[in-house]
C-alpha cells in the first residue's frame, strides 16, 4: 500500500509539474504573429495568426507531458530528452494536422506540394550526411543501442518532413506554406542534432570536430527563413 501511495504522489506532483510548464508556454496572438514574421510572412492578419497559434498550440500541449514521462524511459535527463520530446510532439501535432480541417478550407493549388517546394535541397544534404556519418559511426564501433536510437531518430524526422509536405491546405496560402516550411525545417534540423549527440559522444577529437560541425548544421537549417519559397 505504501508503494502505491508512493507511486500517486509522484503522478500527482509530476501532473502538477506539467500543468505549470503547459500554462507558461502556451500561446497566444503575440507569439503567432511573431513566429510568421519570422519566418517571412509580413505583416500576417488575423487569420493567419489565429493558424499560427493553432499550430503552436498543437505542439506545446504534449511538451510538458512526452518531458515528463521520457527521462525516465530513456534513462536520460540531458539533451538527449529534451530532443525526443520535441521531436515525439512534433510528430503527434503533424499526425493530427492530416485531419481534414473543420474550418473553411482553401482549394489546394494544381501544382501539387513538393519536398523541394518546402525544404531547400542543401538541408536535405545536411540531413542526409548527418544521419549517415553518424549510423556508419555506430554500426562501425558496434554501437548496436545507440544505433537503433538514431535510426529512429532519423525515421521520425523523415516522416514529421513528409507528413508537414502533404498535410491538407488550411488558411492562406503563405501562412501555409511557412509553417509548413517552419514544421519541415525543424524536423531535419532536430534529426540533425539528436544523431550528432547520439553517434558522436564526445571522447576524442574526431568527434569533437563531428558534434561541432553537427551544432553548426542545426543552427543553419533551423535558422527562420526571412523569405518564402516562390511557390508562394
Request: with cysteine.
Amino acid at each position: 500500500m505504501l508503494q502505491l501511495d508512493n507511486l500517486f504522489w509522484v503522478a500527482a506532483v509530476m501532473g502538477l509539474v506539467g500543468l505549470a510548464i503547459l500554462i507558461v508556454l502556451w500561446p497566444g496572438e503575440k507569439h503567432g504573429k511573431r513566429l510568421l514574421t519570422r519566418w517571412g510572412v509580413a505583416d500576417p492578419d488575423a487569420g493567419e495568426v489565429a493558424l499560427a497559434v493553432r499550430y503552436l498550440k498543437r505542439r506545446r500541449l504534449w511538451y510538458p507531458w512526452l518531458f515528463l514521462a521520457i527521462p525516465p524511459l530513456l534513462d536520460n535527463g540531458g539533451m538527449g530528452s529534451i530532443l525526443a520530446t520535441l521531436l515525439l510532439g512534433a510528430l503527434i501535432a503533424e499526425l493530427l494536422a492530416q485531419r481534414p480541417s473543420r474550418g473553411p478550407r482553401r482549394e489546394a493549388e494544381l501544382a501539387p506540394r513538393t519536398l523541394l517546394g518546402v525544404v531547400p535541397a542543401w538541408i536535405l544534404v545536411l540531413g542526409g550526411l548527418a544521419a549517415a556519418g553518424s549510423l556508419l559511426h555506430l554500426g562501425l564501433t558496434a554501437q548496436w543501442k545507440l544505433l537503433a536510437v538514431a535510426a529512429g531518430t532519423v525515421l521520425v524526422s523523415a516522416a514529421i518532413t513528409l507528413l508537414a509536405v502533404r498535410r491538407p491546405p488550411v488558411g492562406a496560402p503563405r501562412a501555409d506554406l511557412a509553417l509548413r516550411c517552419r514544421s519541415a525545417r525543424v524536423a531535419v534540423g532536430l534529426g540533425i542534432g539528436a544523431c550528432t549527440s547520439v553517434g558522436w559522444p564526445v571522447g576524442d577529437f574526431v568527434s569533437f570536430l563531428a558534434v561541432v560541425a553537427g551544432l553548426a548544421a542545426f543552427l543553419a537549417v533551423t535558422a527562420p527563413a526571412k523569405r518564402l519559397p516562390a511557390a508562394a
